[in-house]
């Protein structure tokens, strides 16, 4: 969400709603009252509410304006019936309408400055989610890739999910990964695992090892001790597009494996599934690569658990597999873009409000010149 998205939320309903307009039509209601019974009924009591109606949407200086104008107009119409400008009753309701205005205006002021501080607050969300999920570029090398993030939790930015994509020595390199739980652990994880893969991408030549790489940072930058969660752990799919290309290789560290989506529809990619990142002191050793080949007109989906486990109201997963190929099997022109905008849309109207995980997908795919030489030539 930009801040100028945020701040256009976030401004006093002007012009959005009959709110805004409630103080307003309020006055005018009083007035004809006023004008009908000809001052023969006190109606001018009914104004002594406006100022607290005008503090919920308007500001400090607008507050006090409509007190100001209620309390003419109660004199006004006081005026009209002689003897009653000055009487007990009377006054006592101009010194209320007063109390009651100096209260909304504290009460505006207060509302203005948590507006002020919300909109801050989240400006720092906004540019924490930057850094932690960058934008993904359009086309980093042979690849072409596109990806889109929704936090879980109404109201946030940042959550459990991740995923990032990098051009590196070794080719285009990716992950992506689910966080397990949620809160400030989550994102502090987050933030270990992207910004240990942001430099070992660039070190670690093999894939495996990239892999064990970023369970150490897990080991050494996630929370720990009493506050910290001692079963947190990170599903990870960690991919890599080699120079020669015409290929992806994988690595599996619990997550749901890729779907590739082409002109004969969707397939699910076999991998060779490690235990997730954070668990693999349980079983020692590198989770080996898995190998795929990949032509232009393939897109490689990578999704997190927030969008295959959405719920429909009849309690279904949403089959991402199968939709995906009942979508695009037999079309030709596919790109990363179309398919993750039809996976976000599909599943957002898939899953029922209950619903309430993260959901990452990233979608890639070669270009032509992606392909091996030998491949290009047509052998």
Known sequence: MSSRKLRSELRPPSARGWVWWLPLGAVLVDVAAELIVRGREPVSFMLIAVPPLAAATRGPRGTAMSAVVCLGLQMWMAARRPGHFDEQHHVAMYIATTLIGIASIALAWQRERTRQHLIRANSVAEA????????????????????????????????????????????????????????????????????????????????????????????????????????????????????????????????????????????????APGLPLGLGAMAPGAVDATVHLLEPSEVLVLHTDGVSEARNADGDFYPVQERLGERFSGRRAIDPETVVSFVRADAERWSTQSDNDDRAVLGLSLTPDGLKPSRRAGS
């Open 128 to 271: 924490m989610q930057r850094t932690l999920l960058r934008p993904v570029p359009r086309r980093l090398g042979p690849v072409l890739a596109t990806g889109f993030y929704e936090a879980g939790e109404g109201g946030t930015l940042v959550g459990g999910d991740l995923y990032d994509v990098c051009e590196t020595p070794f080719g285009v390199r990716a992950i992506i990964g689910d966080v397990r739980g949620k809160g400030l652990d989550a994102v502090q994880t987050v933030a270990a695992v992207l910004g240990s893969f942001r430099v070992s991408a660039h070190e670690w030549q093999n894939l495996s090892s990239l892999a064990e790489r970023l369970e150490l940072s897990i080991a050494r930058n996630s929370p720990a001790g009493d506050d910290g969660d001692p079963e947190l752990f990170v599903t990870a799919l960690v991919l890599e597009f080699p120079p020669e290309g015409g290929e992806v290789r994988i690595v599996d560290r619990g997550h749901p494996p890729p779907v590739v989506v082409g002109t004969q529809g969707a397939r699910r990619l076999v991998t």
